[in-house]
């Protein structure tokens, strides 16, 4: 809306060396996130999401192109963004609530400052009674949930979520998604969320960005039209179904025409 | 998180292994070994003069213990065995550890870890006593050199299986590398150090004694190879049962330390 975008990615290109040459794995990819927006990214496996997502960390610099957070480049300053990914992370010798505050204490933030924001944000999203367990004792969602908020503690205002639910039980999966919109509304963060699920992705997002086979472009990008807060009953709206229909052809062709250059 | 050490036991496994059927056993075979040793002495069907009799030993123990002697040869070699085992465990690990710094430098220095710890480093002992001295500090680096290897292996194996993810979780916290050391690096790597302890004790306990047997004034090896030349043989078997029960505590000491590092550093475990 106000031109102003959070994120900006701007032709981003990524080539892997390996002994046979290179390989393409990102090209020219280029979008923005407005402040406060949550956009999903769907696209077939090994397309460069996670290359994508590490080079806006700041984790891995890109052959060409830039990543700007408030008009400012992020390329080689790893810190700036909240990153979650698939498995949890969490250190096994730790506890949960040391787990939790983990970004914080690496900012200097005092351990009881810390652990104050810690506790109550444990209270709010189900972990209270937990905070001195290892996490070898806890579920799967409960793990991922811890992740979700030792992210959320790195007070950065930009979230990358990896596959965060992928790993995760239908039920339990609802249950964090319903957390993350919480998450994201309460505390006015912007969220890039990489998934497999286009349900997810509609349920969550107000953009999905369809990436091609490798190496990833932007195929398609579109907006969610529906309302908030969501409901889960609007999954079962005649805009979702489309929706869902034109995002799983998409997705489809896009595999078919993987399989068919594998093969 | 596997290589604690100990191999995985089940519940099961554990019951067994305390239920006294198997306590009665194992204390039931030694008893009757060692009534069987007595017994065969006494009786002539192996030679008293090689073997001795456990009745024999125990008396010859009593004797020197009351000289006094027994008691300082066992702390002379068992100062020597953990002094040596604590300094090569802590450089070992330390160098195993700084090779997550750098892949090249590990890459470079592999092969001489293998090498080196190929060599027999017991043949070195000769030249160690030339450059030491016959005292104390011989017998440390020796009981050192036999730890430092493996200790460093056992570290640079743990360094290498730390979890990349962890890596760049902690990077992306904007963690630097020393950070990422500390809280990541060397947490993951504590299972394989403690997992080498054990084995380490006996190469330092052996690396002592070699000592001592190549040129000491004191220790029980020494006490054991001044037996064997004057044909004292029940000594020599006091020797080498004190040596026994040393090597026991020090083991049992070193699998104490083990479960309570584990108990801190491996959470897969309850
Ligand atoms: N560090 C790396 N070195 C070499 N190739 C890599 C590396 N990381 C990813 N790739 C390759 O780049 C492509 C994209 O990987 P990735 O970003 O993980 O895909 P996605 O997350 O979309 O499944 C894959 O073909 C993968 O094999
Ligand atoms: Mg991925």
Same mark, same amino acid.
């Given at each position: 809306m106000s031109g102003l975008s959070k994120v900006e990615v701007q032709g981003v290109t990524k080539a892997f060396g390996d002994v046979e040459g290179t390989v393409p794995a990102l090209e020219r990819i280029s979008f923005q996130v407005p402040a406060g927006g949550f956009t999903s990214l769907l696209g077939?496996?090994?397309?460069?999401k996670s290359t994508l997502f590490n080079i806006i960390a700041g984790l891995m610099r890109p052959d060409r192109g830039d990543v700007l957070l408030d008009g400012r480049s992020v390329i080689?300053?790893?810190?700036?963004v909240g990153y979650m990914l698939q +498995?949890?992370?969490? /250190?096994?010798?730790?506890s949960i609530q040391d787990n939790i505050i983990l970004g914080a204490r690496l900012r200097h933030v005092p351990v009881k400052d810390a652990l104050t924001q810690a506790r109550a944000l444990m209270e709010r999203y189900g972990?209270?009674?937990?905070?001195?367990? +290892?996490?070898?004792? /806890?579920?799967g969602g409960m793990r991922q949930r811890a992740a979700l908020l030792r992210t959320l503690l790195t007070e950065r205002e930009v979230l990358l979520l990896d596959?965060?639910?992928?790993?995760?039980d239908a039920l339990t999966r609802l249950q964090l998604q319903l957390g993350l919109t919480d998450v994201w509304q309460t505390f006015r963060k912007t969220i890039l969320l990489v998934t497999h699920d286009v349900e997810e992705a509609i349920f969550l997002s107000d953009e999905i960005l369809v990436l091609s086979r490798r190496p990833g472009r932007v195929r398609r990008q579109l907006t969610v039209p529906l309302p908030r807060?969501?409901?889960?009953?609007?999954?079962?709206s005649p805009e979702v179904m489309g929706l869902k229909k034109e995002l799983l052809e998409l997705l489809l062709k896009e595999e078919g025409s993987a399989n068919e250059s594998n093969g | 998180m596997k290589a604690t050490g100990e191999t995985p036991s089940g519940v099961l496994d554990r019951r067994v292994r305390r239920s006294p059927a198997v306590q009665l056993w194992r204390w039931g075979i030694l008893l009757g070994l060692l009534i069987l040793w007595e017994a065969g002495a006494r009786l002539g069907w192996i030679d008293g003069f090689y073997f001795s009799s456990p009745a024999q030993i125990l008396q010859t123990a009593v004797v020197k213990w009351q000289q006094g002697n027994l008691w300082a040869d066992i702390v002379y070699t068992g100062a020597s065995t953990l002094l040596g085992f604590v300094l090569g465990t802590v450089a070992g690990s330390a160098v195993g550890l700084v090779f997550w710094f750098s892949r090249r430098v590990a890459l470079v220095s592999e092969p001489y870890l293998i090498v080196l710890n190929a060599l027999p480093k017991l043949a070195l002992a000769p030249v160690l006593v030339i450059l030491f001295g016959i005292g104390f500090p011989s017998k440390v680096v020796l009981a050192f050199l036999m730890t430092v290897v493996t200790a460093a292996i056992s570290a640079y194996g743990g360094v290498r299986s730390v979890d990349p993810a962890l890596e760049t979780l902690m990077f992306s916290l904007g963690a630097g590398r020393l950070r990422v050391f500390s809280h990541v690096v060397v947490p993951s790597a504590m299972p394989w150090i403690i997992s080498g302890l054990r084995v380490n004790i006996a190469l330092s306990m052996a690396g002592a004694i070699v000592g001592e047997f190549i040129a000491s004034d004191r220790g029980l090896g020494r006490m054991i190879v001044y037996a064997g030349t004057t044909f004292d043989l029940k000594l020599v078997w006091v020797g080498v049962v004190v040596l026994s029960l040393l090597s026991i505590v020090m083991y049992g000491s070193v699998v104490l330390l083990e479960k309570a590092l584990g108990k801190r550093w491996s959470a897969q475990r309850t």
């Open positions: 077939p496996s090994g397309c460069g080689g300053k790893p810190g700036q +498995k949890d992370l969490l /250190l096994p010798w730790r972990l209270k009674g937990f905070e001195k367990r +290892k996490p070898h004792e /806890l579920s596959e965060p639910f992928g790993a995760l807060p969501r409901t889960v009953d609007m999954l079962a | -």
